[in-house]
């Protein structure tokens, strides 16, 4: 079956960078688009961004753009979440997740996703 791994989560100073890694195993990682996602404390799950099989595509929410980069290395089955500029508001758990379509960046279009890392960000 599936299985999505995250790692790079941690604790930092708001202004500070952090990134996120995600592996995938059991699927031709290359041919399907993939995301992430996040759950702040009592809040739902959002899209974050997400990218298409070859990387020519990629979304991202109102609230990341022009601070985090999602890339992706096919060879290596391994997605990328580059996040600078980080706020507190970006505390959250952070989800990696493989998708079937690239239709919305939405948890409806999610086959699996990974355990989660958390990502807190301090003032």
């Known amino acids: 079956q599936v299985r999505v791994v995250e790692s790079g989560g941690g604790s930092v100073q708001a202004g500070g960078s952090l990134r996120l890694s995600c592996t995938a195993s059991?699927?031709?990682?290359?041919?399907?688009?993939m995301g992430w996602f996040r759950q702040p404390p009592g809040k739902e799950r959002e899209g974050v961004s997400c990218?298409?099989?070859?990387?020519?595509?990629?979304t991202y929410a109102n609230s990341v753009k022009g601070r985090f980069t999602i890339s992706r290395d096919n060879a290596k089955s391994t997605l990328y979440l580059q996040m600078d500029s980080l706020k507190p508001e970006d505390t959250a758990m952070y989800y990696c997740?493989?998708?079937?379509?690239?239709?919305?960046?939405?948890?409806?279009?999610?086959?699996?996703w990974g355990q989660g890392t958390q990502v807190t960000v301090s003032s």
């Open positions: 059991g699927l031709t990682f290359g041919v399907y688009p």
């Open positions: 990218i298409s099989w070859n990387g020519g595509m990629t």
């Open positions: 997740a493989q998708m079937i379509s690239l239709e919305s960046c939405s948890g409806s279009w999610v086959n699996a």
